[in-house]
């Protein structure tokens, strides 16, 4: 262990999850502990039996549980057996090919007067790990496996109770499904149960992930489950409020985010937040009306007025009734302030897009930082952290008090979450861009004299999941990285786990999976990393991200006419003290800060690689707008003023750059006389085989696809404002509304609200993606034109050549993105009845590396053939057409 607890909080990969509950169990539970498998008193209120029932092993891919790939599916699954001593069942990884049940004993189980938990950790002797190993890799130790337990519930009263599911994605309270859980323990939404006295059975999906468990030890499952006695009503997610740091006196930012869970049975609505002392300050009046359906957490923005410089602390009152009911009442909320000098790294606040409130740490230059020119403004040095880390743990910003006189505004921000939202992808890198345009406010709020910043130049850094975030940055958003320092970062997510041992599946829905996740394939990607200046970083003998990645990144670059430099580190691992300044950093970062290299580049000859327009900003002052098919990578060569273009239809050029006749695949386009705004860029477009110079028609029927609308089904991810759950109101679509939203918020920190009509008219004004749940052809307005329709009887999908394949009886559920008004995107979740709708309701973007592309119909056998029990897969072109490289079963 120690090991783990010398570099703890800094291990971006959590290599052992344990280590990880230890840590939070001392912390918040400690006196709650009780010893090794402690028979709990029968007077307690609530009590979980340390005995368990497992069964397994079974093999999974990885992040592939989310298509299902349960092999017990096929028998009916786990929920439908009872234990059995002498049932045998087939699985490819134990000796014998045959898995079975087991009992085992919790590592601990503990019970106080409002609570009880349960850990276990699951391993299996009758595997040769290291054997597999050898072949697969770490694809061999991840496997699944199924518990049951029971809790048992005392007193004679029905108990309002939240269950944290540490590291578990799927599991079934007595007959209620759930899926989601808290794969990576961050404990923000657990779901609401009221549960009667009596027994409970827990059956709990075991699923391990090399990334969250780690990849070189024995490789055990451990979980924790933990319940705990709730209000009934209006209730604090956690004490507090996420707030700004108070700099010389000032609020670095107005806005605050409290965080409620309503854990009672009826809809909560909120009437008003004030301070608790309103003779103080005031509060602007924009809270638009917010509901909290029964059992649903919500983040709630508050605007924050200081009563004075030095205020120590801040109380609130949250005014709230029941909406069948006009009785008031009052929860409040309290939250000290931490005052800091303004030139120390400290926390700002910002509104994310999704409509919640999140935070960057924040260090800008030092009163004696050496700035070599006082008319050019300083760039944003960005600081990706690793997986697991909270950027306001202190040792975060310590990690560059090292070089605390950089000439240049640090932020380091959270990407919303410990795994920076999608690791650092769409939600995530959203969220730093955020952060980066919040910088003009602090300078505002708090009177900055000092250098003045160019939000437009960004030298970026990061460690682990950070690093790559930092080959994300660099391969997205070329044109506004003046340098980049990615350390002991991985390529790809498949890089970094192969995906070997998915379940077996025809090559072209492999393709399909694979494309959705194209954008972050960084190894595909270095083309457009060419012009940045790149210092690399990894420990020779990293064994929780391999060396491998960097050096394999350092060779791609160069075959890819790009350039790093490489820094291996002899002897070093992982993560230590000093890693992001060690000497060659150091001099990185001095002099990065100092580069006045004019941005965008004119490059003369490049490549611009794109998997997702909606994804990536220019290089070289072009952008790619649209692809034919986004299945397949869009590619821009680029020599003088000769461009050739493969698989894009739309393209974008820069005026300050591109103000002369280009050629583009052989055919002359005068950008200098083309009609257009000043500041706009010259569209082109790809309409039957030759290019034109016109704007993206967004006047069709439906218009153009475009925007924020591309990407695979991961695009819904770019909402503006809250997400907007609609369903029918019947007691299943509330419980899946409800599930997909506390997943929204556990995973992502997102907000939603939740109409349980589809006419509800608050979903007039709102801005949102939407996420529609339905279990009849008549919640689906139709959509003319649009190549999935649902039928009173089935679905039909029609295929890239105009074949219309109607799915009948052996369709169970889909889900597929369409336009909805605007750049506005709605995901539709179908199934014929409220089991196929819970099937395709797994499948909302909640992990990366699923794959989600932007439709897929479910057939039954998806729950355990994953993948290759899916009737159709594929993508939307432009046109909001099936491409070509989609999968359309043929029945
Ligand atoms: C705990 O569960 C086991 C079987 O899983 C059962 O035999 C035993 O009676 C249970 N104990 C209690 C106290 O309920
Ligand atoms: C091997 O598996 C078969 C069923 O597949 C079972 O009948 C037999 O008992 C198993 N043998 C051992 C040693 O586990
Ligand atoms: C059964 O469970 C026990 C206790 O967890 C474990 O030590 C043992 O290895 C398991 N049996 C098999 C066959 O894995
Ligand atoms: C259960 O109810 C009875 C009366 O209905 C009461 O006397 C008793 O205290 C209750 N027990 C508990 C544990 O609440
Ligand atoms: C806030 O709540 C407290 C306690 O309920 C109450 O005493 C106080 O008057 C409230 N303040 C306002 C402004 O309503
Ligand atoms: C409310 O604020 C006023 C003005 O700042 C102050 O004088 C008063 O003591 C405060 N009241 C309470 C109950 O804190
Ligand atoms: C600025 O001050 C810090 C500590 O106060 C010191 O370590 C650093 O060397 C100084 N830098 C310059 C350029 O003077
Ligand atoms: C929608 O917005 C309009 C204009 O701001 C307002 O008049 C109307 O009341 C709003 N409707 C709802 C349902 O909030
Ligand atoms: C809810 O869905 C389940 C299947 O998941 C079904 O058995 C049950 O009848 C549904 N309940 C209602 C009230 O429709």
Request: glycine share 8%; aromatic share 10%.
């Amino acid at each position: 262990m120690s090991h783990f607890r010398s570099t703890s909080w800094l291990r971006l990969l959590l290599s052992v999850s344990v280590f990880l509950q230890l840590a939070q169990s001392s912390a918040q539970y400690g006196p709650l502990m009780a010893p090794l498998a402690h028979q709990p008193r029968q007077s307690s209120l609530f009590s979980f039996n340390s005995t368990w029932q497992v069964l397994g092993p079974f093999q999974i891919g990885t992040r592939e549980a989310t298509w299902g790939a349960d092999p017990l599916e096929y028998v009916g699954g786990f929920r439908h057996l009872s234990y059995d001593s002498a049932a045998t069942f087939r699985s490819s990884l134990p000796t014998n090919g045959s898995a079975t049940w087991n009992i085992t004993q919790a590592v601990q189980v503990s019970t106080s007067a409002n609570s009880a938990n349960a850990s276990l950790s699951v391993s299996y002797s009758n595997v040769n790990w290291d054997f597999l190993k050898t072949v697969y890799g770490w694809a061999a130790v991840q496997y699944q496996a199924w518990a049951r337990g029971e809790l048992i519930v005392g007193g004679n009263e029905t108990q309002h109770v939240i269950l944290h599911t540490d590291a578990i994605l799927e599991y079934w309270v007595d007959d209620v499904h759930y899926f989601g859980g808290d794969f990576y323990t961050f404990r923000k939404a657990p779901p609401v149960l009221h549960l009667e006295p009596g027994t409970h059975r827990i059956d709990l999906r075991l699923v391990r992930d090399v990334r969250a468990f780690g990849g070189i030890l024995e490789p055990t499952i451990d979980v924790v489950v933990d319940v705990r006695q709730a209000s009934g009503t209006l209730e604090l997610v956690k004490p507090g409020l996420l707030l700004s740091d108070v700099v010389d006196g000032k609020l670095a930012s107005p806005f605050a985010s409290a965080f409620l869970r309503n854990s009672g049975q009826e809809d909560i609505e909120i009437v008003d937040i004030r301070p608790s002392n309103d003779t103080h300050s005031s509060l602007e009046k924009d809270l638009s009306r917010i509901v909290l359906a029964a059992g649903q957490t919500r983040p709630v923005t508050l605007h924050i007025v200081l009563p004075s410089q030095n205020a120590s602390s801040i109380v609130y009152n949250i005014t709230y009734r029941s909406i069948s009911n006009t009785a008031q009442s009052t929860l409040q909320v309290s939250q000290d302030l931490t005052h800091r000098s303004m030139y120390d790294p400290h926390k700002i606040t910002f509104v994310h897009p999704g409509g919640m409130v999140s935070y960057t740490m924040f260090r800008p230059p030092a009163k004696n930082a050496t700035c070599h020119n006082s008319h050019s403004k300083a760039p944003v040095l960005l600081a990706l952290h690793g997986a697991g880390l909270e950027a306001d743990n202190g040792m975060v910003t310590a990690a560059l008090d090292p070089v605390s006189d950089l000439c240049a505004f640090v932020l380091f921000p959270t990407g919303v979450t410990p795994w920076s939202g999608d690791d650092w992808h769409n939600w995530g890198f959203t969220d730093v861009q955020t952060a980066i345009s919040a910088i003009p406010g602090w300078i505002q709020i708090v009177d900055w004299k000092g250098p003045q910043v160019d939000i437009d130049r960004w030298i970026v850094s990061g460690h682990s999941n950070g690093g790559q975030g930092t080959w994300y940055a660099l391969t997205h958003r070329p044109d506004k990285i003046i340098a980049a320092a990615p350390v002991s970062g991985y390529a790809s997510i498949q890089k970094y786990v192969p995906y070997e041992l998915w379940q077996p599946a025809d090559p072209r829905r492999i393709a399909v999976v694979s494309g959705s996740i194209n954008s972050y394939r960084h190894e595909m990607l270095m083309a457009n990393a060419k012009g940045i200046i790149i210092q690399q970083q990894h420990g020779e003998i990293d064994d929780n991200v391999p060396a491998y990645n960097s050096r394999l990144l350092a060779q791609q670059l160069q075959l890819a006419g790009a350039n790093s430099s490489y820094n291996e580190l002899p002897d070093k691992n992982h993560y230590y003290d000093g890693i992001m300044t060690t000497p060659v950093l150091t001099d990185f970062y001095y002099s990065q800060a100092r580069n006045d290299a004019v941005l965008p580049r004119k490059l003369e000859q490049f490549t611009i690689v794109v998997a997702d327009p909606g994804d990536m900003g220019s290089k070289g002052g072009i952008r790619v707008l649209q692809l034919h098919d986004p299945g397949q990578y869009g590619k821009v060569k680029v020599k003088g003023r000769v461009i050739r273009t493969s698989n894009v239809a739309s393209l974008e050029f820069d005026p300050t750059i591109w103000d002369m006749p280009v050629a583009v695949d052989g055919q002359e386009i005068d950008l200098v006389n083309q009609p257009t705004e000043p500041d706009t860029w010259f569209t082109v477009r790809n309409v039957d085989s030759s290019w034109t110079a016109s704007a993206i028609d967004k006047e069709t029927a439906i218009g153009q696809r475009r925007g924020r609308q591309l990407g695979s089904m991961t695009a819904i991810l770019r909402t503006q404002g809250p997400f907007i759950i609609q369903h029918a109101g019947s007691t299943n679509t509330t419980t899946l509304a409800l599930q997909i939203s506390r997943n929204l918020h556990q995973y992502f920190q997102a907000d939603a609200s939740i109409h349980s009509s589809f006419s509800d008219p608050a979903i007039m004004n709102a801005t949102g993606n939407i996420i529609t749940l339905a279990v009849s052809a008549t919640d689906i307005e139709p959509l003319s034109d649009f190549p999935i329709s649902i039928r009173t009887a089935g679905l039909s999908v029609t295929d890239h050549r105009n074949r219309v394949q109607e799915y009948g009886d052996a369709v169970r559920g889909a889900a597929f993105l369409r336009p909805a008004g605007g750049d506005r995107l709605e995901l539709v979740i179908w199934g014929v009845d409220d089991e196929g709708l819970r099937q395709a309701a797994r499948i909302v973007p909640m992990l990366t590396g699923v794959g989600q592309p932007d439709f897929i119909v479910f057939g039954e056998s998806a729950k355990w053939r994953g993948i290759e029990g899916a009737l159709a897969m594929g993508f939307f072109d432009s046109d909001w057409k099936v491409t070509a490289s989609s999968v359309v079963e043929l029945e």
